[in-house]
């Protein structure tokens, strides 16, 4: 058996990140969804999304590295907290970038001083754009 395929890693609890979902799958894409509650996972389980992590971020026993190897990871931001918590986990997963998807005004240097690679600021759900970072 060879090594596993790199996965990109997303977090997509909105709008925006439900959009990047369906994109990426569409380019048939590997990735897993980093999900805090089953009704998250559900909803993307629906949509025919295979992979993801569950993810107690209170309960750091709950953190460890996943089954496959990460690759970019990619972060639609709901709640500033959340979004700190994933980057400093997926940190530790991955050396690869991290992007954060955002539509608040919190200051980029937060996101970044965690580890996070790009802060990317929009308004709108078309984020089809970042596909071309994959």
């Given amino acids: 058996m060879g090594p596993q395929t790199e996965r990109i890693l997303i977090s997509a609890p909105n709008k925006s990140g439900e959009v990047f979902v369906?994109?990426?799958m569409r380019m048939k894409l590997p990735f897993a969804l980093l999900v805090n509650n089953k009704a998250e996972r559900d909803k993307y389980k629906e949509i025919g999304a295979k992979d993801w992590i569950l993810l107690d971020t209170i309960d750091q026993s709950t953190?460890?590295?996943?089954?496959?190897?990460v690759g970019k990871v990619f972060l639609f931001e709901t709640s500033q907290t959340l979004c700190c918590r994933y980057i400093q986990i997926c940190r530790t997963w991955t050396a690869k970038p991290i992007y954060v998807i955002t539509q608040a005004r919190h200051p980029r240097l937060i996101y970044k001083g965690l580890g996070a690679a790009y802060v990317i600021h929009t308004h709108s759900n078309e984020v089809s754009f970042l596909t071309e970072t994959l």
Wanted: aromatic residues 20%; negative net charge.
């Fill in 22 to 24: 369906r994109e990426v």
């Fill in 63 to 69: 953190w460890s590295l996943p089954d496959f190897p």
